[in-house]
């Protein structure tokens, strides 16, 4: 069984910062990419950041250079960090990672959401 947990998320004003963690845990062989998507209310849900196991990375246009994906593989955890918060970025987020478990079975595996309001 493998689960992921996020945290971090709440109200924040308009131009403020917000960091999201997702930490994965239970029978994992290895980790793959690792991605962040977030859903609005009454809109698709959408991928924001990915990052590989290799480092790489990819940004949803709207986020480009105000979001950063850094990763820590020690401790199987992904990170969202927001900067300079829009209220458009007001979503529900979810944490997304590709995982080979220890029966060599590779899935993608979800976190339970966490809520992201930007207002004033």
């Known amino acids: 069984q493998v689960q992921l947990v996020e945290s971090g998320g709440g109200l924040v004003q308009p131009g403020g910062s917000l960091r999201l963690s997702c930490a994965a845990s239970g029978s994992i062989f290895e980790i793959n990419s690792m991605a962040w998507y977030r859903q609005a209310p009454g809109k698709e849900r959408d991928l924001v950041a990915v990052?590989?196991?290799?480092?790489?990375?990819n940004y949803l246009d709207s986020v480009k250079g105000r979001f950063t994906i850094p990763r820590d593989n020690a401790k199987n955890t992904v990170y969202l960090q927001m900067n300079s918060l829009k209220p458009e970025d007001t979503a529900v987020y979810y944490c997304?990672?590709?995982?080979?478990?220890?029966?060599?079975?590779?899935?993608?595996?979800w976190g339970q959401g966490t809520k992201v309001t930007v207002s004033s």
């Open positions: 990052i590989t196991s290799g480092g790489s990375t």
């Open positions: 997304n990672a590709n995982i080979r478990n220890t029966r060599w079975y590779t899935y993608d595996y």
